[in-house]
């Protein structure tokens, strides 16, 4: 059975999530710094009424299921959320649903023990504090295969040492879910294991923060980790476990990022669609040029085909409930992210001409942001080569010197078939 229709009722929420949105969050990022930033004095005095107002409307925390206080909604329906708020920088953050405390949650939820998830889990879910998912390295990121940072086994409990690299939100967060070497000698997929490590822990230095292009502050840390010690209970999941552990987040979050991509890229055209209804040039709106209707066009069919991958993919995550077996349409999602956003940026951009490229207008440092889609939870080259081997992990070779489908073949089997 087809159907792209939304529920009345939930249909009804997501016209509410859409007006609060642009009426309320938006305004945010002209006043506030970093989302990240929760004991900003400003950041409590706006933005946790409007945290409460999402939360009195049971709207809070959607990507948990009922047993963690969540609606237990699903992909289709976050999907259709992230669209909304995913506009807004402050979006997220304002329903419970920021990176990287979504995928962090979840893998608390899953590893965590009982004292854990009082200490840490309860706040996260609260946004009483914030948290950082560290596994980037500063030698190369592309490749967790060659992660050098260690955990060794000393006395009861484990000592951590190495470097990591672009640890976001590392300044802010209370804790870190770090990924170490414990089993050098393993089989490349079995010689990490997954740590929780609260920030005060002696040993843990930022050496520096980093800034991107367009964002507030400078979020992304550069970490130091000598002689951290945590006990033995800090290991989420078994030794050797961490590939395992961290695929519990990266599905969830690279679709999650992928809705507020479209979220984002849908607001760029919005932008460029009042725009050329509007700029007159030559005695006419440069709506009725043919090759501005062209990136007008080319935008709106991107916008719906990106739409449509991600809210297939979620349909086909609830059905299986198992992100195993959507790997290919996942990595696809990550793949074609990069592009749309950049693509329609860059022609809301150049369509404003002059005024687009200034600091007046968001398109630049959107176009940055492609970028940063494109890299965070690994490059759109990797997720290509994913998509392609998922493809061709099926396909039967031709058992010839020539393709199984040439005409004379094929028209030797047809005659066969009805002689
Ligand atoms: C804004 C932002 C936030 C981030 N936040 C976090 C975070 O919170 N925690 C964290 O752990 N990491 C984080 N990262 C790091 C991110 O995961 C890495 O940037 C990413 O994995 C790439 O690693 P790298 O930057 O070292 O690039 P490299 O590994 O040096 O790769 C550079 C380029 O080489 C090419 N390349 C690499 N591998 C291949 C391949 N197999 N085939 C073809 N080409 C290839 C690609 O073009 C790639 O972009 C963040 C990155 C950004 C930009």
């Given at each position: 059975m087809w159907s792209f229709a939304t529920d009345p009722d939930f249909q009804a929420e997501i016209d509410w999530i859409d007006t609060f949105t642009r009426e309320k969050i938006e305004p945010l990022e002209y006043v506030l710094g970093s989302p990240w930033d929760i004991h900003d004095p400003e950041f409590v005095r706006l933005v946790r009424p409007l945290q409460a107002e999402v939360k009195a409307r049971g709207?809070?925390?959607?990507?948990?299921?009922p047993e963690l206080g969540g609606k237990g909604y699903g992909q289709v329906k976050l999907a259709l959320m992230n669209e909304q708020f995913g506009r807004a920088r402050f979006g997220p953050i304002v329903f419970g649903a920021q990176a990287p405390d979504t995928g962090n949650s979840e893998i608390l939820a899953h590893y965590g023990t009982p004292e854990q998830k009082k200490q840490f889990l309860e706040p996260l879910l609260a946004n009483e504090i914030v948290s950082c998912f560290s596994i980037t390295e500063p030698h190369g990121g592309?490749?967790?295969?060659?992660?050098k940072t260690t955990a060794v086994q000393e006395g009861n409990g484990w000592v951590i040492n190495g470097e990591k690299w672009f640890a976001s939100n590392a300044r802010y967060a209370a804790f870190y879910i770090i990924m170490a070497v414990t089993d050098p000698d393993a089989t490349p997929y079995r010689r990490m294991s997954m740590f929780i490590v609260p920030a005060d822990t002696p040993g843990i230095d930022i050496v520096r923060n980093y800034g991107v292009h367009g964002?507030?502050?400078?979020?992304?840390g550069h970490v130091r980790w000598t002689n951290v010690r945590v006990p033995p209970?800090?290991?989420?999941?078994?030794?050797?476990?961490a590939f395992i552990v961290a695929q519990v987040r990266l599905s969830g979050g690279r679709m999650h990022h992928a809705m507020r991509t479209l979220a984002l890229a849908t607001r760029a055209f919005e932008m460029m669609c009042e725009r050329v209804a509007s700029r007159v040039t030559r005695g006419e709106t440069l709506a009725n040029k043919q090759m501005v209707q062209e990136k007008i066009a080319d935008s709106w069919i991107e916008l719906r085909q990106f739409r449509l991958l991600i809210l297939e993919t979620a349909w086909l995550a609830d059905q299986n409930k198992d992100w195993k077996a959507v790997r290919k349409n996942v990595a696809a999602v990550k793949a074609i992210m990069p592009k749309i956003l950049h693509d329609i940026s860059s022609r809301a951009l150049h369509l404003h001409g002059s005024l687009g490229l200034s600091d007046d207008m968001p398109f630049v440092e959107w176009l940055v942001n492609s970028f940063h889609v494109g890299l965070a939870d690994g490059p759109t080259e990797v997720h290509k080569v994913t998509v392609a081997k998922e493809i061709l992990k099926t396909v039967k070779p031709a058992g010839g010197v020539f393709p199984s489908y040439g005409h004379a073949a094929r028209r030797a089997q047809a005659r066969r078939l009805y002689s």
């Open positions: 709207l809070w925390g959607c990507h948990l299921g592309a490749d967790p295969l060659g992660f964002e507030p502050g400078d979020t992304h209970e800090n290991m989420l999941g078994g030794r050797g476990d």
